[in-house]
């Protein structure tokens, strides 16, 4: 079955305490982001990447890192989270089907969303 | 840069009422537009879309057409029904990046 899979769904850390979302895709997309939902505020990127070893900054990147070493999977590292990084989260898979024009046609595939708690 | 404003919820509707939630977009270049529906503790599923200019994106009874004179993108559905709970999300994708509306959230009571 084609997905996006995150883990873990839940979680709850403390101030400081490192930690990592993982994010795998068994579709070969090219493409992959992360996004925070926030009430009010829909989903913003934090950081995306258009292929292996090419990353790049969303909207909301400080707090945040990411790395792809491999095509299918693209972790989220919060390095020393704070209370602000509380928020739902999720990993997003496309294919690029071709050029810049036509690659925006295709639609996003989402994980079934993280919800992080830092206390 | 672009951005997405959909019409602010909650909504909440009877059976078999008309639904229509609004949402209008800044982008520069021909940007692809999508609804995105998210039902209680899921992640988002795209529910339709539109790839250019009056194109009309549909799926289970939900119609959009993509208007780029208006530049809008309006979701309509002409008899809700209480499955249809959810938060709707509008999105376009332009060069890649997606970007979304705050959402909708729609409660449809028996």
């Known amino acids: 079955e084609a997905q996006v899979t995150q883990n873990p769904r839940y979680l709850i850390t403390v101030t400081g305490k490192k930690l990592t979302v993982t994010c795998s895709q068994n579709?070969?997309?090219?493409?992959m982001s992360w996004y925070r939902q926030d009430p009010g505020l829909g989903l913003r990127q934090i950081y995306y990447?258009?292929?292996?070893?090419?990353?790049d900054k969303g909207d909301v990147p400080e707090g945040y890192k990411v790395s792809r070493k491999e095509k299918r999977n693209f972790p989220l590292i919060l390095e020393s989270p704070s209370p602000n990084q509380t928020s739902l989260y999720f990993c997003?898979?496309?294919?690029?089907?071709?050029?810049?024009?036509?690659?925006?046609?295709?639609?996003?595939?989402f994980g079934q969303g993280t919800r992080l708690t830092v206390v | 840069g672009d951005s997405v404003t959909q019409m602010e919820g909650p909504v909440t509707l009877s059976e078999e009422a008309f639904l229509t939630i609004n949402c209008t977009y800044t982008?520069?270049?021909?940007?692809?537009l999508f609804w995105y529906v998210q039902y209680p503790g899921e992640g988002l599923q795209l529910l339709l879309k539109a790839t250019k200019a009056d194109d009309k994106g549909s799926n289970k009874g939900f119609e959009a057409t993509y208007r780029k004179e208006t530049t809008s993108f309006h979701l309509e559905k002409g008899s809700v029904q209480v499955s249809d709970s959810a938060v709707y999300f509008c999105?376009?994708?332009?060069?890649?990046?997606?970007?979304f509306g705050a959402g909708t959230t729609v409660t449809v009571r028996a």
């Open positions: 997003a898979s496309s294919p690029r089907t071709g050029g810049v024009a036509t690659s925006s046609r295709t639609e996003a595939f």
């Open positions: 990447s258009m292929n292996v070893e090419v990353t």
């Open positions: 999105a376009l994708n332009n060069d890649y990046k997606l970007s």
């Open positions: 579709m070969n997309h090219e493409y």
């Open positions: 982008a520069t270049g021909y940007p692809s």
